[in-house]
């Protein structure tokens, strides 16, 4: 028997709500805040980052300083520019506050407990989306979508078909554009990262977002009545 299906005004609503829930969500008291959240966009696309570095909460808005320069530039090789994405790509993250600094002056891993409190907003966001295609940006967001750990050379440049927070959808890992990070800058992150804006860019909910806009509302407008 077919799943009930809601039109894209009721997920819009929902996504929306979702939105201003978790800008008041005050659940990590060793988290920095002010919580960023994304605009409430509904894509099959899904981008999920680390956490917010020390600006991005000021700026109200994900990937907003050096990190976010570098991974726009790596979408604008594909003819993506910055406000084309974050207008069609839901931008979602592990940890949605600045996790703070650790005593050497890097940016503090979040915890497991910080982790497992911070993921009921990304199985709400895919429960609501849908995504036919994820993107975790990063070695702590690729553990969490495809739920293990391994060398960034054996996950970049390839494609997964995974279940992730029920939803079962395809992956393209990217390395994180830390400008602390030489990993995609040196062989071998340097071609598999090619090779991963490859498969991002020949992937049909990336070519539907951006490059003809037909499927955008159609493929992400329903949801089962369970994610209401």
Known sequence: MA??????????????????????????AGMIG???APPPVVSPMYLMGQAPGPHEGELGRPFAWTAGKTLFRWF?????????????????????????????????????????ACSRWAAREIALLQPRLVVPVGRLAIVQVLGQERPLAEVIGRSFRTTFHGHEADVVPLP??????TWFKMEPGKGLLEQALKLLGRHEAWRAVFEDGSDVQATSAVVSQRSK
Do not use: M
């Open 34 to 36: 002010p919580v960023v």
């Open 176 to 181: 994180h554009p830390s400008g602390a990070s």
């Open 3 to 28: 799943k009930p299906k809601l039109r894209l005004p009721l997920v819009q609503d929902a996504l929306t709500r979702h939105t201003r829930q978790l800008a008041g969500c005050t659940s990590c």
């Open 76 to 116: 604008g090789s594909l003819g993506v520019d910055e406000a084309n994405f974050r207008a069609h790509a839901y931008i979602g993250a592990v940890c949605r506050c600045f996790p703070g600094k650790t005593t050497s002056g890097g940016d503090r891993v979040p915890s497991p407990t910080e982790i497992q």
